[in-house]
Nanobody, 117 residues
Framework: QVQLVESGGGLVQPGGSLRLSCVVS????????MAWFRQAPGNQRELVAD???????NYADSVKGRFTISRDNTKNTVYLQMDSLKPEDTAVYYC???????????WGQGTQVTVSS
């Protein structure tokens, strides 16, 4: 069974940085495209960034130039480096894994990010 465990969330001041991590277990990590989503109270869950098996990254316009997604296949881990954080980045951040062979997706439990002074 695929399991995703996120970590790295917390409280940070505007302009600060955080790095989220998501460790994937129970499967072959290298066949999964990975993504980070977020959901703020009252809002729909939205895509923040994703990364293909080959390492090609894609970002939401709202985070371009501030966030960086990366993956380490030797550690079964995907990262989201978040810089120049803004209050509007406050949300629960979810890790998502999509099996590129059968299309099945799995979600982590989420980690809270709060940007506030």
């Amino acid at each position: 069974q695929v399991q995703l465990v996120e970590s790295g969330g917390g409280l940070v001041q505007p302009g600060g940085s955080l790095r989220l991590s998501c460790v994937v277990s129970g499967t072959f990590f290298s066949i999964y495209s990975m993504a980070w989503f977020r959901q703020a109270p009252g809002n729909q869950r939205e895509l923040v960034a994703d990364i293909t098996i080959g390492g090609r990254a894609n970002y939401a316009d709202s985070v371009k130039g501030r966030f960086t997604i990366s993956r380490d296949n030797t550690k079964n881990t995907v990262y989201l480096q978040m810089d120049s954080l803004k209050p509007e980045d406050t949300a629960v951040y979810y890790c998502n894994a999509k099996n590129d062979y059968n299309g099945r997706t799995s979600w982590g439990q989420g980690t809270q990010v709060t940007v506030s002074s």
